[in-house]
């Protein structure tokens, strides 16, 4: 593989931005931008961007156990149902890695995953609001009354599809289990899903490691600049309007989506 050096640098300080600023971005950025724009395979862009999201997201975790705002019991139930996704999802991964398929597979869950994650960024209000909606007069939703099963089937899902596009236990995490958990508090919530992110994401990677997908120069190159962009971003977000840069992003995801998507049906 032709190595860009600085430009892989480029791409994670764009991403490490846009993370800083409002949040979102990370692999569903990430990923597509390694194989649209610079041609990398899509098995080496996932394992690469997987150890790249739990390595850069692990800073997070730290603060956040530190100011006290962590969930811990709602990794544990979400960690019951991806670990074995993940392990699951990596002997698919192995058993079909000289299968062409596999490439158009990766694509377009990537594909459907990215766009997920913006329409979930652009419309999370609105679906909240038909959640609470739907409590009813005990004063408990549907979701509410089975949260420990469906923090394991959240937890299922985002295993299998991170594992096989690097891409859902970000914004796609957080918003299941603000639907799961709308009584608890954003902040703890926010502190779970990072946490989790972090040990799906490094497992996840870490498999793909032993699978021989992950270009640990990449993942060099990509942290390089995506460090100095995640605190660039963090004050950038303090100065410009939230809602219009996440609305931003999620447009870039669109496109991100729809590229990806017709790559994968093309070929």
Known sequence: MQTYGLGYSL????????VGATGVGGGSLMTPILILFYGISPKLAV?????????????????????????????GWLALGSIPSAIAMLVYIDSHGSNGDLDRLI????????????????LQEPI??????SENASGSSLLERHQKLGTVLSGLLIGAVVTIS?????????????????????????????AHAVLITGLAGLGHAKLGTVDYLLLGWLLLGAIPGIWIGSRLGFRMNALALKRAIAMMLIVAGAMTLYKAISG
């Open 47 to 75: 394992g690469t961007d997987l150890l790249y999201a739990s390595l850069s997201k692990s800073w997070g975790v730290v603060l956040h156990q530190r100011n006290g705002s962590m969930a811990w019991s709602i990794v």
């Open 166 to 194: 690097s891409v859902g236990a970000g914004v796609i995490g957080m918003m299941l289990l603000m639907m799961l958990y709308p009584k608890e508090q954003p902040l703890r919530l926010v502190g779970g899903d990072l």
């Open 11 to 18: 791409a994670g300080l764009i991403v490490g931005i846009a």
């Open 128 to 133: 909240l609001k038909l959640v609470r909606m």
């Open 107 to 122: 694509k377009l869950t990537l594909a459907i995953a990215v766009m997920t994650t913006a329409t979930f960024t652009l």
